[in-house]
């Protein structure tokens, strides 16, 4: 047991990490996965990419035209503006029509979007612009040479990267894909993260509550968070607060996991057991950070397994998730990573903060009347208090070395994403 604990005095306040030096020594103990697996392109929605992909064909694969029409040769369109010329129709091209016959001199065809350009053609002109009596078209010299034509290639050319290696795929790229014919797609395998909550008190849905007792929510949260970043996930359950039934837990999950995530259990009170347990499977690398919400956070391993032994509060769960777990599993999926997307916003209110640690509280972000991004605070800010995450469409960042907000300065957001 921790000599503090021992001594039932508080923790040294000078020991936690900044905030900035816990993530990079997150990101350090990270190696990211390299296994690979080939999946159906449907499945591949989300998934990164582990190689590059080479385009076998031009996209569109011919030339064809852009709008519907009539297709012309440029040099039979009037020199001059108020000019006209009548052109013979003689054929036509739809899109899926096959190969349509070539156009002379004074000649034009009918043609759809995405239909081939007939050979002799190299101008379509829309019909809205022309007027056709007795199969002869009457062009008038405001058309522009070469127009309303895609060329072969033009998106994406044969021999070129259509999408590189650690790219996580958009819809766009499962179109673009389709678009190259491609069946299956060759993407990393995902992370598999277990978590499980610690604590006597937590009791389960559907289960009757004594005094005293109060509900697991954070294995929902966390279930919902690791499902948005799509990584293989695994509930573990409740966990008592006794070190044996941690260490069993924690001993059985450890294999064949890539990440385990625990809540609760993290602090100085006598049935915080997470650290000790940790400590004798594997080892700490660090437990406590200069932020708020989320001080106590126990981050090491077991055996190849990453650790994250997150604190109880519900808040702090969801902001340590999102500030040190997710960029960690980020790294660890093996794709391209991202910063934080920080914006600056007005503060609408007075905030209060000392120096020393980085804050997390829960905004909503919205515009002014000058079109200016502003922020308030989502209500009371407690870290049990988990409607203020509920209600919030951003986090405002508050950095180690900064003091209280005045209304009106400008301070960092970051807003919540698709993922959050
Ligand atoms: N003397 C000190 N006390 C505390 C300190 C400190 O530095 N010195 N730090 C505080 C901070 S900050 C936090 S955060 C918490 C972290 O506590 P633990 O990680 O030990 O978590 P617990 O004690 O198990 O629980 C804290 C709180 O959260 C509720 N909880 C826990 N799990 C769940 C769950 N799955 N669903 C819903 N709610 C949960 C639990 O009932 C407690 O109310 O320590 C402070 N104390
Ligand atoms: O770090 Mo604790 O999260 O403030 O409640
Ligand atoms: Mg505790």
Redesign the pocket.
């Known amino acids: 047991m921790n000599a503090h604990r021992e001594a039932g005095c508080?923790?040294p306040r000078d020991d936690a990490l900044p905030f900035d030096a816990a993530l990079a020594r997150i990101i350090d103990a990270i190696r990211p996965l390299a296994d690979r697996e080939r999946v159906p392109l449907r499945a591949a929605l989300g998934r990164i990419l582990a190689v590059d992909v080479i385009s076998g064909v031009d996209v569109p694969p011919h030339d064809n035209s852009a709008m519907d029409g009539y297709a012309l040769r440029a040099e039979d369109l009037p020199a001059q503006a108020e000019r006209s010329v009548a052109l013979r129709l003689v054929g036509q091209s739809l899109a899926g029509g096959g190969r349509p016959a070539a156009i002379g001199p004074g000649e034009c065809a009918r043609i759809t979007t995405g239909a081939l350009i007939p050979p002799g053609a190299d101008t379509v002109v829309v019909q809205e612009a022309v007027s056709v009596t007795d199969a002869r078209v009457t062009v008038s010299g405001t058309q522009r040479p070469g127009q309303n034509i895609r060329r072969a290639g033009e998106d994406l050319a044969r021999g070129t990267a259509a999408l590189t290696g650690g790219h996580r795929l958009s819809p766009a790229d499962l179109g673009l894909l389709a678009s190259l014919g491609c069946v299956e797609v060759e993407v990393l395998r995902r992370p598999r993260v277990a978590f499980l909550?610690?604590?006597d008190?937590?009791r389960g849905l559907g289960q009757p509550l004594a005094e005293g007792e109060?509900?697991?929510?954070?294995?929902y949260a966390l279930f919902g968070a690791l499902a948005r970043l799509g990584v293989d996930a695994y509930d573990l359950g409740t966990v008592a607060d006794r070190p044996e039934a941690l260490r069993a837990t924690l001993a059985r999950a450890a294999d064949g996991h890539d990440v385990i995530i625990s809540?609760?259990?993290?602090?100085?009170?006598d049935?915080?057991h997470t650290r000790d347990v940790l400590a004798t499977l594997g080892g700490i690398d660090f437990w406590r950070i200069a932020m708020r919400?989320?001080?106590?956070l126990a981050f090491g391993h077991i055996g190849g397994t990453l650790f994250f032994g997150l604190?109880?509060?519900?808040v702090?769960v969801m902001t340590s998730f999102y500030q040190l777990v997710r960029p960690a599993l980020g790294r660890l999926a093996g794709g391209h990573t991202h910063g934080p997307r920080r914006l600056r916003a007005r503060a609408l209110e007075a905030i209060g903060k000392r120096p020393g640690r980085t804050e997390f509280l829960r905004g909503i972000l919205q515009q002014d009347i000058n079109g200016e991004p502003c922020v308030r605070l989502t209500g009371p800010q407690g870290?049990?208090i988990l409607r203020s995450m509920s209600l919030a469409n951003c986090f405002i960042v508050l950095g180690h070395a900064s003091g209280p907000v005045e209304p009106g300065q400008w301070i960092d957001v970051e807003p919540f994403d698709d993922c959050m």
């Open positions: 508080q923790a909550s610690t604590g008190e937590l109060i509900r697991d929510s954070n294995r809540t609760g259990g993290v602090s100085v009170g049935a915080d919400p989320g001080r106590p604190p109880g509060n519900p702090a870290s049990g």
